[in-house]
Protein backbone atom coordinates (compact mmCIF):
# COMPACT_ATOMS: atom_id res chain seq x y z
CA UNK A 1 0.00 0.00 0.00
CA UNK A 2 3.04 2.76 0.93
CA UNK A 3 4.72 1.59 -1.82
CA UNK A 4 1.66 2.18 -4.55
CA UNK A 5 0.84 5.33 -2.93
CA UNK A 6 4.53 6.59 -3.01
CA UNK A 7 4.84 5.43 -6.39
CA UNK A 8 1.73 7.39 -7.24
CA UNK A 9 2.83 10.71 -5.07
CA UNK A 10 6.17 10.96 -7.24
CA UNK A 11 4.46 10.28 -10.81
CA UNK A 12 2.63 13.29 -9.32
CA UNK A 13 5.57 15.00 -8.38
CA UNK A 14 6.76 15.93 -11.98
CA UNK A 15 3.74 15.67 -14.27
CA UNK A 16 5.33 16.73 -17.52
CA UNK A 17 8.77 14.38 -17.15
CA UNK A 18 5.95 11.59 -16.45
CA UNK A 19 4.30 12.36 -18.93
CA UNK A 20 7.10 12.85 -21.49
CA UNK A 21 8.80 9.20 -20.10
CA UNK A 22 4.90 7.31 -20.53
CA UNK A 23 4.96 8.90 -24.14
CA UNK A 24 8.58 8.16 -24.75
CA UNK A 25 8.25 4.39 -24.15
CA UNK A 26 4.65 4.60 -25.77
CA UNK A 27 6.56 5.84 -28.73
CA UNK A 28 9.55 2.84 -28.73
CA UNK A 29 6.86 0.28 -27.95
CA UNK A 30 4.52 1.64 -31.01
CA UNK A 31 7.15 1.19 -33.06
CA UNK A 32 7.76 -2.34 -32.42
CA UNK A 33 4.18 -2.74 -32.25
CA UNK A 34 3.70 -1.22 -36.30
CA UNK A 35 6.34 -3.61 -37.28
CA UNK A 36 4.78 -6.44 -35.19
CA UNK A 37 1.07 -5.77 -36.96
CA UNK A 38 3.56 -6.05 -40.02
CA UNK A 39 5.60 -9.15 -39.51
CA UNK A 40 1.93 -10.96 -38.33
CA UNK A 41 -0.19 -9.73 -41.31
CA UNK A 42 3.20 -11.08 -43.49
CA UNK A 43 2.92 -14.01 -41.58
CA UNK A 44 -1.34 -14.70 -42.14
CA UNK A 45 -0.24 -14.30 -46.05
CA UNK A 46 2.68 -16.62 -45.64
CA UNK A 47 0.18 -19.43 -44.05
CA UNK A 48 -2.00 -18.78 -47.16
CA UNK A 49 0.55 -18.84 -49.61
CA UNK A 50 2.59 -21.88 -48.17
CA UNK A 51 -0.63 -23.83 -48.55
CA UNK A 52 -0.43 -23.62 -51.92
CA UNK A 53 3.41 -24.28 -52.07
CA UNK A 54 3.77 -27.15 -54.63
CA UNK A 55 6.36 -28.28 -56.80
CA UNK A 56 6.18 -29.02 -60.42
CA UNK A 57 8.26 -31.34 -62.49
CA UNK A 58 7.86 -31.18 -66.12
CA UNK A 59 7.89 -34.65 -67.93
CA UNK A 60 10.25 -35.39 -71.12
CA UNK A 61 8.06 -36.62 -74.09
CA UNK A 62 9.38 -39.78 -74.19
CA UNK A 63 8.75 -40.54 -70.34
CA UNK A 64 7.26 -44.18 -70.16
CA UNK A 65 4.04 -44.59 -67.81
CA UNK A 66 6.54 -47.57 -65.92
CA UNK A 67 9.29 -45.30 -64.87
CA UNK A 68 6.32 -42.49 -64.17
CA UNK A 69 4.86 -45.19 -61.71
CA UNK A 70 7.98 -46.08 -60.13
CA UNK A 71 9.37 -41.98 -59.60
CA UNK A 72 5.84 -41.56 -58.45
CA UNK A 73 6.14 -44.05 -55.78
CA UNK A 74 9.54 -42.67 -54.48
CA UNK A 75 8.89 -39.39 -54.46
CA UNK A 76 5.49 -40.21 -52.70
CA UNK A 77 7.64 -41.69 -49.66
CA UNK A 78 9.95 -38.34 -49.68
CA UNK A 79 9.36 -36.78 -45.77
CA UNK A 80 8.51 -33.37 -47.09
CA UNK A 81 6.02 -34.55 -49.60
CA UNK A 82 1.88 -34.74 -49.21
CA UNK A 83 0.98 -36.19 -52.18
CA UNK A 84 1.98 -36.89 -55.65
CA UNK A 85 -0.36 -36.20 -58.82
CA UNK A 86 0.45 -37.03 -62.22
CA UNK A 87 -1.38 -34.83 -64.75
CA UNK A 88 -1.18 -36.09 -68.30
CA UNK A 89 -0.44 -34.06 -71.45
CA UNK A 90 -4.33 -34.34 -71.81
CA UNK A 91 -5.51 -33.22 -68.34
CA UNK A 92 -2.91 -30.44 -69.20
CA UNK A 93 -4.74 -29.19 -72.09
CA UNK A 94 -7.83 -29.29 -70.23
CA UNK A 95 -6.98 -27.81 -67.48
CA UNK A 96 -5.41 -24.73 -69.41
CA UNK A 97 -8.48 -24.04 -71.56
CA UNK A 98 -10.29 -24.13 -68.48
CA UNK A 99 -8.27 -21.81 -66.41
CA UNK A 100 -7.00 -19.53 -69.05
CA UNK A 101 -10.65 -18.82 -70.52
CA UNK A 102 -8.98 -15.71 -72.74
CA UNK A 103 -6.99 -17.76 -74.68
CA UNK A 104 -9.42 -21.05 -74.69
CA UNK A 105 -9.59 -20.96 -78.77
CA UNK A 106 -5.71 -20.83 -79.28
CA UNK A 107 -6.17 -24.10 -77.45
CA UNK A 108 -8.66 -25.97 -79.57
CA UNK A 109 -7.31 -24.77 -82.99
CA UNK A 110 -3.78 -26.74 -82.07
CA UNK A 111 -3.12 -29.95 -84.03
CA UNK A 112 -0.73 -30.86 -81.19
CA UNK A 113 -0.89 -30.45 -77.96
CA UNK A 114 2.17 -28.33 -76.54
CA UNK A 115 2.12 -29.15 -73.13
CA UNK A 116 3.62 -31.44 -71.14
CA UNK A 117 2.83 -34.10 -68.40
CA UNK A 118 3.85 -33.06 -65.26
CA UNK A 119 4.25 -34.51 -61.26
CA UNK A 120 2.42 -32.21 -59.20
CA UNK A 121 4.06 -32.28 -55.64
CA UNK A 122 2.04 -31.21 -52.97
CA UNK A 123 4.11 -30.61 -49.37
CA UNK A 124 3.75 -31.38 -46.01
CA UNK A 125 2.44 -28.78 -43.06
CA UNK A 126 5.63 -27.41 -41.64
CA UNK A 127 7.95 -28.49 -45.13
CA UNK A 128 6.15 -25.92 -47.11
CA UNK A 129 9.34 -23.82 -46.89
CA UNK A 130 11.42 -22.06 -49.87
CA UNK A 131 14.60 -24.59 -48.17
CA UNK A 132 12.24 -27.71 -48.25
CA UNK A 133 10.77 -27.05 -52.02
CA UNK A 134 14.28 -26.35 -53.50
CA UNK A 135 15.15 -29.80 -51.85
CA UNK A 136 12.49 -31.56 -53.18
CA UNK A 137 13.45 -29.82 -56.51
CA UNK A 138 16.70 -30.91 -55.98
CA UNK A 139 15.74 -34.19 -55.88
CA UNK A 140 12.99 -34.09 -58.60
CA UNK A 141 15.26 -32.72 -61.30
CA UNK A 142 17.67 -35.54 -60.84
CA UNK A 143 15.18 -37.95 -62.73
CA UNK A 144 16.27 -38.35 -66.19
CA UNK A 145 12.87 -37.64 -67.75
CA UNK A 146 12.22 -34.89 -65.51
CA UNK A 147 13.01 -31.72 -68.11
CA UNK A 148 12.25 -28.90 -65.94
CA UNK A 149 11.22 -28.13 -62.37
CA UNK A 150 9.62 -24.92 -61.28
CA UNK A 151 8.07 -24.57 -57.40
CA UNK A 152 8.17 -20.10 -57.60
CA UNK A 153 11.16 -19.71 -55.53
CA UNK A 154 11.80 -15.98 -55.96
CA UNK A 155 8.69 -14.72 -54.87
CA UNK A 156 8.63 -16.84 -51.55
CA UNK A 157 11.99 -16.12 -50.97
CA UNK A 158 11.13 -12.12 -51.10
CA UNK A 159 7.96 -12.68 -48.71
CA UNK A 160 10.28 -14.53 -46.51
CA UNK A 161 12.95 -11.70 -46.89
CA UNK A 162 10.06 -9.04 -46.38
CA UNK A 163 9.48 -10.79 -43.02
CA UNK A 164 12.65 -10.33 -41.99
CA UNK A 165 13.88 -7.23 -42.99
CA UNK A 166 10.38 -6.22 -41.12
CA UNK A 167 11.39 -8.07 -38.01
CA UNK A 168 14.78 -6.48 -38.24
CA UNK A 169 13.59 -2.97 -38.55
CA UNK A 170 10.88 -3.16 -35.53
CA UNK A 171 14.21 -4.63 -33.67
CA UNK A 172 16.04 -1.63 -34.52
CA UNK A 173 14.02 0.98 -34.36
CA UNK A 174 11.66 -0.51 -31.36
CA UNK A 175 15.29 -0.71 -29.72
CA UNK A 176 16.74 2.72 -30.23
CA UNK A 177 12.98 4.39 -28.81
CA UNK A 178 13.29 1.75 -26.26
CA UNK A 179 16.43 3.23 -24.99
CA UNK A 180 16.18 6.83 -25.51
CA UNK A 181 12.65 5.77 -23.36
CA UNK A 182 14.72 3.89 -20.92
CA UNK A 183 17.68 7.12 -20.92
CA UNK A 184 14.46 9.70 -20.13
CA UNK A 185 12.75 7.32 -17.19
CA UNK A 186 16.35 7.18 -15.88
CA UNK A 187 16.05 11.28 -15.54
CA UNK A 188 12.51 11.26 -14.45
CA UNK A 189 13.60 8.48 -11.40
CA UNK A 190 16.72 10.57 -10.63
CA UNK A 191 14.63 13.78 -10.00
CA UNK A 192 12.07 11.94 -8.27
CA UNK A 193 15.02 10.69 -5.91
CA UNK A 194 16.54 14.13 -5.60
CA UNK A 195 13.13 15.70 -4.95
CA UNK A 196 12.91 12.97 -2.13
CA UNK A 197 16.71 12.96 -1.22
CA UNK A 198 16.26 14.14 2.55
CA UNK A 199 13.63 11.64 2.85
CA UNK A 200 15.51 8.92 2.05
CA UNK A 201 18.43 10.17 3.65
CA UNK A 202 16.81 10.28 6.68
CA UNK A 203 15.75 6.23 5.79
CA UNK A 204 19.33 5.91 5.34
CA UNK A 205 20.20 6.86 8.79
CA UNK A 206 17.63 5.02 10.80
CA UNK A 207 18.75 1.62 8.62
CA UNK A 208 16.33 1.21 5.82
CA UNK A 209 17.49 -1.13 3.33
CA UNK A 210 18.39 -0.19 -0.25
CA UNK A 211 15.21 -2.62 -1.18
CA UNK A 212 12.64 -0.75 1.15
CA UNK A 213 13.65 2.74 -0.48
CA UNK A 214 13.99 1.39 -3.99
CA UNK A 215 10.53 -0.51 -4.70
CA UNK A 216 8.54 2.71 -4.89
CA UNK A 217 10.50 3.85 -7.24
CA UNK A 218 10.40 0.38 -8.74
CA UNK A 219 7.29 0.52 -9.24
CA UNK A 220 6.55 4.05 -10.38
CA UNK A 221 8.86 2.63 -13.11
CA UNK A 222 6.52 -0.36 -13.83
CA UNK A 223 3.21 2.28 -14.21
CA UNK A 224 5.17 4.71 -16.32
CA UNK A 225 6.17 2.17 -18.31
CA UNK A 226 2.58 -0.14 -18.72
CA UNK A 227 1.20 3.45 -19.14
CA UNK A 228 3.59 3.83 -22.30
CA UNK A 229 2.76 0.11 -23.25
CA UNK A 230 -0.81 0.68 -23.06
CA UNK A 231 -0.68 4.10 -25.47
CA UNK A 232 1.46 2.07 -27.81
CA UNK A 233 -1.40 -0.77 -27.91
CA UNK A 234 -3.92 2.25 -28.74
CA UNK A 235 -1.84 3.60 -31.21
CA UNK A 236 -1.39 0.39 -33.15
CA UNK A 237 -4.81 -0.42 -33.18
CA UNK A 238 -5.75 3.28 -34.02
CA UNK A 239 -3.24 2.81 -37.34
CA UNK A 240 -4.62 -0.91 -37.85
CA UNK A 241 -7.91 0.22 -37.92
CA UNK A 242 -7.41 3.37 -40.47
CA UNK A 243 -5.77 1.02 -42.48
CA UNK A 244 -8.30 -1.63 -42.31
CA UNK A 245 -10.81 0.76 -43.80
CA UNK A 246 -9.15 2.81 -46.40
CA UNK A 247 -6.01 0.54 -47.63
CA UNK A 248 -6.55 -2.91 -47.06
CA UNK A 249 -8.17 -5.26 -44.87
CA UNK A 250 -5.25 -6.09 -42.17
CA UNK A 251 -5.37 -8.53 -39.18
CA UNK A 252 -5.09 -7.40 -35.68
CA UNK A 253 -2.15 -8.71 -33.23
CA UNK A 254 -2.96 -12.02 -31.49
CA UNK A 255 -3.99 -11.00 -27.78
CA UNK A 256 -0.70 -12.57 -26.80
CA UNK A 257 2.03 -10.09 -28.78
CA UNK A 258 -0.23 -6.97 -27.02
CA UNK A 259 -0.32 -8.41 -24.14
CA UNK A 260 3.74 -9.12 -24.44
CA UNK A 261 3.83 -5.43 -25.86
CA UNK A 262 2.17 -3.89 -22.85
CA UNK A 263 4.51 -6.05 -20.43
CA UNK A 264 7.88 -4.81 -22.30
CA UNK A 265 6.77 -1.59 -21.41
CA UNK A 266 6.28 -2.01 -18.25
CA UNK A 267 9.43 -4.12 -17.68
CA UNK A 268 11.66 -1.30 -19.47
CA UNK A 269 9.86 0.89 -17.26
CA UNK A 270 10.91 -1.09 -13.75
CA UNK A 271 14.71 -1.60 -15.25
CA UNK A 272 14.92 1.58 -16.38
CA UNK A 273 13.66 2.97 -12.85
CA UNK A 274 15.95 0.26 -10.81
CA UNK A 275 19.39 1.49 -12.74
CA UNK A 276 18.61 4.92 -11.57
CA UNK A 277 17.49 4.64 -8.64
CA UNK A 278 20.67 2.12 -7.39
CA UNK A 279 22.83 4.72 -9.14
CA UNK A 280 21.37 7.87 -7.08
CA UNK A 281 21.15 5.62 -3.45
CA UNK A 282 25.25 4.90 -4.03
CA UNK A 283 26.22 8.23 -4.65
CA UNK A 284 23.55 9.18 -1.63
CA UNK A 285 25.47 7.10 0.57
CA UNK A 286 29.71 6.21 1.19
CA UNK A 287 29.44 3.03 -0.88
CA UNK B 1 32.42 -0.67 21.26
CA UNK B 2 33.21 2.26 18.87
CA UNK B 3 37.16 1.87 18.15
CA UNK B 4 39.12 4.06 16.02
CA UNK B 5 42.48 3.20 15.01
CA UNK B 6 44.95 5.58 13.28
CA UNK B 7 42.32 6.84 10.61
CA UNK B 8 42.96 9.38 8.36
CA UNK B 9 40.37 10.84 5.87
CA UNK B 10 41.07 12.85 2.98
CA UNK B 11 38.25 14.58 0.75
CA UNK B 12 40.75 16.19 -1.31
CA UNK B 13 44.40 15.61 -2.10
CA UNK B 14 45.82 17.89 -0.29
CA UNK B 15 44.97 18.30 3.60
CA UNK B 16 43.30 15.77 5.80
CA UNK B 17 39.77 16.43 7.27
CA UNK B 18 41.12 14.01 10.42
CA UNK B 19 44.98 12.72 10.52
CA UNK B 20 46.07 9.96 12.63
CA UNK B 21 42.91 9.99 15.16
CA UNK B 22 42.70 7.20 16.89
CA UNK B 23 40.31 6.68 20.57
CA UNK B 24 37.91 3.87 21.94
CA UNK B 25 34.62 4.13 23.82
CA UNK B 26 32.86 1.86 25.63
CA UNK B 27 30.11 0.28 25.94
CA UNK B 28 27.65 2.51 28.14
CA UNK B 29 30.46 5.17 28.41
CA UNK B 30 29.10 8.91 27.49
CA UNK B 31 31.89 10.71 25.50
CA UNK B 32 31.94 14.45 24.45
CA UNK B 33 33.72 15.18 20.95
CA UNK B 34 35.15 18.93 21.27
CA UNK B 35 36.87 21.38 19.14
CA UNK B 36 36.12 24.60 17.40
CA UNK B 37 34.22 24.28 14.07
CA UNK B 38 35.73 22.39 11.37
CA UNK B 39 38.07 20.28 13.70
CA UNK B 40 36.46 17.23 12.00
CA UNK B 41 33.79 16.65 14.69
CA UNK B 42 31.03 15.75 12.04
CA UNK B 43 33.04 13.41 10.15
CA UNK B 44 34.28 11.60 12.93
CA UNK B 45 30.58 10.72 13.61
CA UNK B 46 29.86 9.84 9.88
CA UNK B 47 32.81 7.91 9.99
CA UNK B 48 31.51 6.11 13.27
CA UNK B 49 27.54 5.74 11.66
CA UNK B 50 29.99 4.75 8.00
CA UNK B 51 28.29 7.25 6.15
CA UNK B 52 31.58 7.79 5.46
CA UNK B 53 34.97 5.68 4.77
CA UNK B 54 38.51 6.24 5.84
CA UNK B 55 40.90 7.02 4.12
CA UNK B 56 43.72 5.10 5.96
CA UNK B 57 42.99 3.06 9.25
CA UNK B 58 39.92 1.30 10.50
CA UNK B 59 36.70 2.23 11.96
CA UNK B 60 34.96 -0.39 14.51
CA UNK B 61 31.46 -0.20 15.57
CA UNK B 62 30.50 -3.47 17.53
CA UNK B 63 30.74 -6.52 15.00
CA UNK B 64 31.38 -4.04 12.31
CA UNK B 65 34.67 -3.07 10.96
CA UNK B 66 35.23 -0.02 8.18
CA UNK B 67 37.37 -2.90 6.41
CA UNK B 68 35.28 -5.72 5.98
CA UNK B 69 31.57 -4.40 6.07
CA UNK B 70 29.81 -4.42 2.91
CA UNK B 71 26.93 -1.65 1.35
CA UNK B 72 24.34 -4.73 2.72
CA UNK B 73 25.29 -4.44 6.12
CA UNK B 74 24.88 -1.08 6.41
CA UNK B 75 20.76 -0.69 7.44
CA UNK B 76 21.84 -3.55 10.39
CA UNK B 77 24.90 -1.14 11.81
CA UNK B 78 22.50 2.25 11.60
CA UNK B 79 19.62 0.08 13.23
CA UNK B 80 22.46 -0.39 16.26
CA UNK B 81 23.86 3.68 16.18
CA UNK B 82 20.95 6.10 16.32
CA UNK B 83 22.14 9.88 15.09
CA UNK B 84 20.90 12.90 16.28
CA UNK B 85 21.38 15.92 14.66
CA UNK B 86 21.42 19.51 15.03
CA UNK B 87 18.66 20.70 12.41
CA UNK B 88 16.57 17.24 13.86
CA UNK B 89 16.39 16.43 10.49
CA UNK B 90 11.92 15.33 10.95
CA UNK B 91 9.48 14.89 8.00
CA UNK B 92 7.63 17.80 7.99
CA UNK B 93 4.57 16.17 6.26
CA UNK B 94 4.67 13.58 9.25
CA UNK B 95 3.41 13.82 12.85
CA UNK B 96 5.43 12.91 15.60
CA UNK B 97 4.02 9.67 16.76
CA UNK B 98 4.69 8.99 12.40
CA UNK B 99 7.97 10.23 12.39
CA UNK B 100 9.22 8.02 15.35
CA UNK B 101 7.24 5.43 13.63
CA UNK B 102 9.24 5.37 10.63
CA UNK B 103 12.59 4.35 11.54
CA UNK B 104 10.60 1.31 12.75
CA UNK B 105 8.85 0.84 9.55
CA UNK B 106 11.76 0.92 7.43
CA UNK B 107 13.07 -1.88 9.42
CA UNK B 108 9.84 -3.97 8.61
CA UNK B 109 8.23 -4.02 12.07
CA UNK B 110 5.20 -5.15 12.60
CA UNK B 111 2.61 -2.62 12.67
CA UNK B 112 1.00 -4.42 15.77
CA UNK B 113 4.34 -3.61 17.71
CA UNK B 114 4.84 -0.08 16.16
CA UNK B 115 2.21 1.96 17.85
CA UNK B 116 2.74 1.38 21.77
CA UNK B 117 6.49 1.16 20.92
CA UNK B 118 5.86 4.81 19.76
CA UNK B 119 3.89 5.83 22.76
CA UNK B 120 7.15 4.77 25.31
CA UNK B 121 9.11 6.34 23.22
CA UNK B 122 7.41 9.47 23.60
CA UNK B 123 7.04 9.29 26.98
CA UNK B 124 10.51 8.76 27.96
CA UNK B 125 11.55 12.00 25.93
CA UNK B 126 8.39 13.93 27.54
CA UNK B 127 6.41 14.29 24.67
CA UNK B 128 3.37 11.50 24.80
CA UNK B 129 0.76 14.66 24.70
CA UNK B 130 2.04 15.90 21.40
CA UNK B 131 1.62 12.84 19.29
CA UNK B 132 -0.73 14.22 17.34
CA UNK B 133 0.69 17.40 16.49
CA UNK B 134 3.37 18.54 13.58
CA UNK B 135 7.06 19.15 13.85
CA UNK B 136 6.36 22.66 12.89
CA UNK B 137 4.21 23.24 15.84
CA UNK B 138 6.59 22.14 18.53
CA UNK B 139 9.50 24.12 19.84
CA UNK B 140 13.32 23.85 19.09
CA UNK B 141 13.77 21.28 22.34
CA UNK B 142 10.73 19.32 21.36
CA UNK B 143 11.75 18.84 17.87
CA UNK B 144 14.80 17.57 19.20
CA UNK B 145 13.07 15.15 21.41
CA UNK B 146 11.19 13.86 18.48
CA UNK B 147 14.50 13.57 16.71
CA UNK B 148 16.13 11.48 20.30
CA UNK B 149 12.76 9.63 20.42
CA UNK B 150 13.43 8.45 16.57
CA UNK B 151 16.89 7.55 17.16
CA UNK B 152 15.99 5.74 20.39
CA UNK B 153 13.29 3.57 17.97
CA UNK B 154 15.75 0.84 17.59
CA UNK B 155 17.49 0.03 20.72
CA UNK B 156 20.47 0.81 19.57
CA UNK B 157 24.11 0.40 21.21
CA UNK B 158 25.00 3.88 20.58
CA UNK B 159 23.80 7.19 20.13
CA UNK B 160 25.35 9.85 17.67
CA UNK B 161 24.27 13.78 18.66
CA UNK B 162 26.11 16.25 16.01
CA UNK B 163 26.00 19.40 17.59
CA UNK B 164 22.06 18.41 19.61
CA UNK B 165 22.15 21.72 21.21
CA UNK B 166 23.12 24.11 18.55
CA UNK B 167 20.19 25.21 17.37
CA UNK B 168 18.29 25.62 21.08
CA UNK B 169 18.05 28.08 23.80
CA UNK B 170 19.97 27.46 27.22
CA UNK B 171 16.75 26.11 28.97
CA UNK B 172 16.03 23.60 26.00
CA UNK B 173 19.59 22.41 25.97
CA UNK B 174 19.80 21.32 29.20
CA UNK B 175 16.74 19.20 29.32
CA UNK B 176 18.15 17.93 26.09
CA UNK B 177 21.94 17.02 28.06
CA UNK B 178 19.40 15.72 30.65
CA UNK B 179 17.55 12.95 28.13
CA UNK B 180 21.35 12.14 27.03
CA UNK B 181 22.15 11.15 29.93
CA UNK B 182 18.94 9.47 31.34
CA UNK B 183 19.46 6.81 28.07
CA UNK B 184 23.44 6.71 29.04
CA UNK B 185 22.12 5.82 32.53
CA UNK B 186 20.13 2.97 31.19
CA UNK B 187 23.27 1.40 29.20
CA UNK B 188 23.57 3.19 26.06
CA UNK B 189 26.77 4.61 24.59
CA UNK B 190 26.76 8.52 23.64
CA UNK B 191 29.41 10.32 21.44
CA UNK B 192 28.00 13.96 21.50
CA UNK B 193 29.82 16.16 19.06
CA UNK B 194 29.90 19.76 20.45
CA UNK B 195 31.70 23.39 20.35
CA UNK B 196 30.02 24.71 23.64
CA UNK B 197 32.45 24.44 26.32
CA UNK B 198 29.85 26.22 28.97
CA UNK B 199 28.03 23.12 28.24
CA UNK B 200 30.58 20.62 28.68
CA UNK B 201 31.72 22.71 31.73
CA UNK B 202 28.80 21.50 33.52
CA UNK B 203 29.36 17.78 33.24
CA UNK B 204 32.13 16.11 35.13
CA UNK B 205 33.35 12.76 34.83
CA UNK B 206 32.76 12.44 31.79
CA UNK B 207 35.11 11.32 28.78
CA UNK B 208 35.96 14.60 26.58
CA UNK B 209 37.84 13.69 23.66
CA UNK B 210 39.03 17.14 21.57
CA UNK B 211 40.18 17.73 17.95
CA UNK B 212 41.89 20.47 16.51
CA UNK B 213 42.74 20.20 12.68
CA UNK B 214 41.64 16.98 12.76
CA UNK B 215 43.66 15.44 15.21
CA UNK B 216 43.07 14.11 19.23
CA UNK B 217 44.71 17.16 21.14
CA UNK B 218 43.01 15.84 24.24
CA UNK B 219 41.69 12.41 25.75
CA UNK B 220 40.77 12.62 29.51
CA UNK B 221 40.74 9.16 29.70
CA UNK B 222 44.86 9.59 28.54
CA UNK B 223 45.35 12.10 31.00
CA UNK B 224 43.89 10.56 33.85
Known amino acids: MRIVREALAGLGRAPLLSGLSVTAIGLGVFIIGLFALTAHNIDVALSGVEERVEVVGYLEEDASSQQIEVARGEIGRFPEVEDVEYVTKVEALYEAQRELTEFSDVFSDLEVNPLPASLEIRLRPGFRTPDDAAAVADRLAAYGFVEEVRYGREWVDRIYALRRIAGGSALILGGSFAVGAALLIGIAVRMAVLARAREIAIMQTVGATDGYIRRPFLVEGLLTGLAGGLLALGLTRLVHTAVDRTLLSVEWLPSSWALAGVAFGGLLGMAAAGRAVRRELRRLDAF | ?224
Open chain 2, 1 to 224: MIQLRSVTKFFNQSDPALEDVSFHVRKGEFAFLTGPSGAGKTTVLRLIHMQEMPSRGEVRVSRFSSGRVRRRDLPQLRRRVGFVFQDFRLLESLKVADNVAFALEVTGAPRSKIGPRVQKLLGQVGLAARARSYPRELSGGEQQRVAIARALANDPLVLLADEPTGNLDERASAGVLRLFREINAMGTSVVMATHDAALIRQHRNVRLIELENGRVVFDSRLSS
